[in-house]
Nanobody
């Protein structure tokens, strides 16, 4: 069965950095595009960044220049480096992938940006 497990969230001051990780199992990881989403309290879930199986990346406007998505196929892990964090980045961050069999989500990791 497919499992996505996020980690790396926490409390950070404005301007700080965090590195989120998402470890995947149950899929042929190197063949899958991977996406990070986030959901802030009272708001809809939104796409943050995507990395294709051949490492092409795409970012939401809010993430461009501050966040970096990357992947390590040997570890079946996708990362999201969060820099220059702002209070409005506070959200639960989710890892996602999908195939013909379904849409797969992790449990999420909380990022809180506050002084």
């Amino acid at each position: 069965q497919v499992q996505l497990v996020e980690s790396g969230g926490g409390l950070v001051q404005p301007g700080g950095s965090l590195r989120l990780s998402c470890a995947a199992s149950g899929i042929f990881f190197r063949g899958y595009a991977m996406t990070w989403y986030r959901q802030a309290p009272g708001k809809q879930r939104e796409l943050v960044a995507t990395i294709s199986n051949d490492r092409r990346t795409n970012y939401a406007d809010s993430a461009k220049g501050r966040f970096t998505i990357s992947r390590d196929n040997a570890k079946a892990t996708v990362y999201l480096q969060l820099n220059s964090l702002k209070p409005e980045d506070t959200a639960v961050y989710y890892c996602n992938t999908n195939d013909l069999a379904g849409d797969y989500w992790g449990q999420g990791t909380q990022v809180t940006v506050s002084s």
